[in-house]
């Protein structure tokens, strides 16, 4: 296979980024030549400093800003079943030193070793979000490796993120391997929670809030609380649970607020709640005379480009 795998060479004086440890290389830091230009976008190819010798190998789309996303220092090492499963037990044995691992943000994309996935796991069910044309290409490689490792009931592709435009992917959500039920269950904090893995926002639940959500809870009794863009409720339900008196959800998807009033039944405490469907800014300045003990404000992001900035602002100093 490496003997055939197509090479791309970096531009004379672009190779110090790279050397640094940075995973990345930029369309405009390759000879992006005819031949480099007609590579099928996802391949992995065997990277080259400006002198000819081998420095990585990397997934590589000729129509992408990012053109090349490093897998290893090794250019010809293989990129196989063995060398996916060896990233993903890295990966579970490290969260198992911070966190229950059975439900946990399982791969984070390059920080990982895998540039372009990111995977969630609900115990025996995870969820891909793929967001490169590499990653896509892997996608039956990754699946049996998963199934090798933690054999999961099943395994979801929510390959329907904005990001894949620039990779000039479609959009798509699908079960890859096994059956699932939803809603499927995420544990956390000694709390039950419903989530979406099929239709929810991102993979249906947001770990990386898991420290924030603790943080919240620890100054929650006694208060009443207010979760604007509450999604799920995990904010505000582990405010309840922490003793909290009270707790309105705010959130304009009816499909977040009723798995927030589903889990507020697991937990036995949709008497302390209240939940609006609103559009959340309008919601705030009309309870604008309305004081609680606690708010808790987690919006969606406001600026995702250069060209975001300004309307972004706005939208946070409301």
């Known amino acids: 296979m490496n003997g055939t795998r197509p090479s791309v060479r970096l531009r004379r004086g672009h190779g110090a980024r790279l050397k640094r440890g940075h995973p990345w290389v930029y369309s405009n830091e390759i000879e992006m030549d005819a031949e480099a230009k007609a590579i099928p976008a996802g391949t992995v190819v065997r990277l080259l400093a400006s002198s000819g010798v081998p420095v990585a190998c990397a997934t590589f789309n000729p129509h992408s800003l990012i053109a090349a996303r490093l897998l290893s220092r090794n250019a010809d090492a293989e990129i196989d079943a063995a060398f996916l499963q060896a990233r993903l037990k890295a990966a579970l044995q490290l969260r198992a030193r911070f966190c229950d691992n059975a439900y946990c943000r399982l791969i984070h994309a390059e920080a990982d070793g895998l540039p ?49 435009e620039h990779e000039g992917l479609s959009s798509y959500v699908s079960i890859a391997a096994g059956a699932i039920e939803v809603p499927v269950e995420v544990h956390e904090g000694g709390l039950r929670f ?45 405010a309840l649970a922490a003793g909290a008196r009270s707790a309105v959800f705010v959130d304009n998807s009816q499909a977040g607020l009723d798995q927030a009033a589903r889990a507020a039944d697991w ?8 939940f609006i469907r609103a559009e959340v800014l309008a919601e705030m300045a009309r309870q604008a005379g309305e004081t ?27």
């Open 116 to 164: 372009g996935l990111a995977v969630d796991r609900y115990r025996d069910v995870v969820v891909c979000q793929v967001n490169t044309a590499g990653m896509e290409r892997l996608i039956p490689v990754m699946t049996g490796a998963l199934g090798e490792l933690i054999a999961p009931s099943a395994v979801v592709l929510r390959a329907d993120s904005r990001v894949r």
């Open 267 to 274: 937990q036995g405490v949709v008497d302390k709640c209240t």
């Open 292 to 318: 609680f003990d606690l708010v808790i404000a987690d919006p969606p992001a406001f600026v995702t480009s250069r060209k975001s900035l300004k309307p972004g602002l706005k939208g946070f100093e409301k």
């Open 194 to 238: 419903p989530v979406d893995p099929l239709a929810g926002q991102k993979t249906g639940w947001f770990y990386d809030q898991r420290d924030n959500r603790a943080f919240v809870s620890a100054m929650a009794e006694g208060c009443s609380v207010l979760d604007v863009f509450c999604h799920c409720g995990g904010f505000g339900l582990a």
